[in-house]
């Protein structure tokens, strides 16, 4: 395939702008969708991956047969278990938690929390070992009873507030909350600190945007003494988390001892079943594309019909012709690609910053070599595909008869 093909090709599809231009449109919509679907799934399941290396020893323990995480805050725990499980040979923390959704109270805006009821001692070697750091101020002081330690997007006001729109406040130490209880009594609590953004803990939605204030100041809140909601258990090696669950199951046999792997690898199946359906869509994109990319080139073999017989009245081979009308076909679907690739780079980023409005924590998207090559190559080979039957077509036109016909 020579210049003189690829120039006559180009010149072919430039004397049709607006025609190329939509007949591209097609192509760039799909590829746009594909690689921002991909990319967006390559940067969820990377955090997950980190995720599982940063937690593959934690083990946590719920109330009930059959329990999820969904289920957190409906059933509850004796809290002397947590010293039981805490006796356990490779058990190096626990962090017993008290959980409560409610409402908090700062400077008039009222906004709903999750409320988390810690043992300070407990919470803060837990942390320190699965994260998250703290960004401003301290750990709430053992022995205090109305010291508060925000999340992240609570303390720096990145989460929306009732009709729309985010708080953008700074709660900074020392300052005072509200949090209200079920019968709807306000305690105040002075803020002793907040944890950096963390977004990828596991239980860990709920850290953003939680408040964690002392067990037992919870407990006597909502008037449940002795009762926690679950049980954060790290594992001191993680070959040892099999025989530590094994045990925790045996002092709770009515309970569900779940690891945060598998917590993560059902999330992980649900997304990949989302991402399979949402793929399929934009393959019927693609097809649809590809459809415009034939129609355009057949067209363009009628109205050339004359343009054609000349070419082979002088002399042209049937593989000039194929080869010139293959290449307008695969040129207009790899220009499409390159600008739908393009396109799905920034609509991936655009999506991820405007739901991190919503959900904080969000992980950027990913653009791999692998992503790079699924949109490269789903575009050539529907050039290929798209333009065979009007390529053939147009080699097989007899110059006699092409040269008499009348456009």
Known sequence: MDREILKIAFRNLHRRKLRTFFTMLGIIIAIASITALISIAEGFQLSISRTLQSTSNVIIVLPGMGASIWTIGTNTLNQSVANEIAKINHVEAINPVLVK?????????????????????????????????????????????????????????????????????????????????????????????????????????????????????????????????????????????????SRIQKILPSSTVITERQGIEVVVQIENMLNNLLLGIGSIALIVGALGVINTLLTSVMERTREIGTYRALGAKKRFILEMILLEGIMLTIIGGVIGFGSGVVMANVVVQILRAKTPGLPNPVVDLRVVAIAFGITFLIGIAASVYPAKKAAELNPAEAIRHIE
């Not at 960004?135 to 609570?154: C, E, M, N, W």
């Not at 305690?187 to 939605?205: A, D, L, T, Y």
């Open 101 to 245: 959704f409610t409402v908090m109270e700062y400077r008039g805006w009222e906004v709903p929390v999750t409320v988390m009821g810690i043992i300070p001692r407990d919470a803060q070697k837990f942390y320190a070992l699965t994260g998250p750091q703290l960004q401003r101020g301290q750990f709430i002081p053992q022995g205090s009873r109305f010291k508060a330690l925000l999340g992240y997007s609570i303390a720096n006001g990145k989460i929306q507030k009732q009709g729309g729109g985010t708080l953008n406040w700074e709660i900074l130490p020392g300052q005072t909350i509200k949090i209200y209880d079920s019968s709807g009594r306000a305690w105040e609590f002075k803020v002793s600190g907040n944890f950096q953004e963390s977004g990828q803990s596991f239980i860990g939605g709920f850290i953003d945007t939680s408040v964690f204030v002392p067990l037992g100041t919870l407990q006597e809140m909502y008037n449940e003494p002795g009762k926690i909601s679950f049980i954060e258990v790290w594992v001191d090696d993680v070959n040892f988390v099999d025989y530590v669950k």
